[in-house]
């Protein structure tokens, strides 16, 4: 997350991503977007389900216990990706929070987001700027 990622199209790039979560017996869904909300919007590239996690009841609080888990996320830029400064977000709910008519969080209040930049196919040996990032697609 605190470095600028240098992809390759037709490469494949891995992501594991450590999250605390309270399932209380729901799975996980997730989705990988290219330029979420930015001009130059690609879409979802990779999306995914993790099942639920074991309910550990925290005798304390009287519900359910935060769980350790992780999220694996594989993907391989297509030709589709644009050469050069992309966005990478990729957003996590449960699976209650899920409308998979639009596949998007109902709330996004209830989703853990991260953001990567990523340069793609930058030639050899260019430092690790960003340049002519997509602007945003909406507001100002």
Same mark, same amino acid.
């Given at each position: 997350?605190?470095?600028?990622?240098?992809?390759?199209?037709?490469?494949?790039?891995?992501? =594991?991503?450590?999250? =605390?979560?309270?399932?209380?017996?729901?799975?996980?869904?997730?989705?990988?977007?290219?330029?979420?909300?930015?001009?130059?919007?690609?879409?979802?590239?990779?999306?995914?389900?993790?099942?639920?996690?074991?309910?550990?009841?925290?005798?304390?609080?009287?519900?359910?216990?935060? @769980?350790?888990?992780?999220?694996?996320?594989?993907?391989?830029?297509?030709?589709?990706?644009?050469?050069?400064?992309?966005?990478?977000?990729?957003?996590? @709910?449960?699976?209650?929070?899920?409308?998979? =008519? @639009?596949?998007?969080?109902?709330?996004?209040?209830?989703?853990?987001?991260?953001?990567?930049?990523?340069?793609?196919?930058?030639?050899?040996?260019?430092?690790?700027?960003?340049?002519?990032?997509?602007?945003?697609?909406?507001?100002?």
């Amino acid at each position: 997350m605190f470095q600028v990622l240098q992809i390759t199209r037709g490469v494949p790039i891995n992501f =594991t991503i450590p999250f =605390t979560s309270v399932d209380a017996g729901q799975g996980i869904v997730w989705w990988l977007w290219v330029n979420w909300n930015l001009s130059g919007f690609s879409g979802i590239v990779n999306k995914g389900e993790l099942p639920a996690g074991p309910v550990v009841v925290d005798g304390g609080l009287g519900g359910a216990a935060a @769980t350790q888990r992780e999220l694996l996320v594989a993907w391989t830029p297509s030709n589709g990706v644009p050469p050069g400064c992309n966005q990478l977000t990729i957003l996590v @709910t449960h699976e209650e929070n899920v409308e998979f =008519t @639009t596949d998007r969080p109902r709330d996004l209040s209830q989703a853990a987001i991260v953001t990567y930049w990523a340069n793609v196919d930058a030639p050899i040996g260019q430092p690790q700027d960003l340049v002519d990032c997509p602007p945003p697609a909406i507001g100002p």
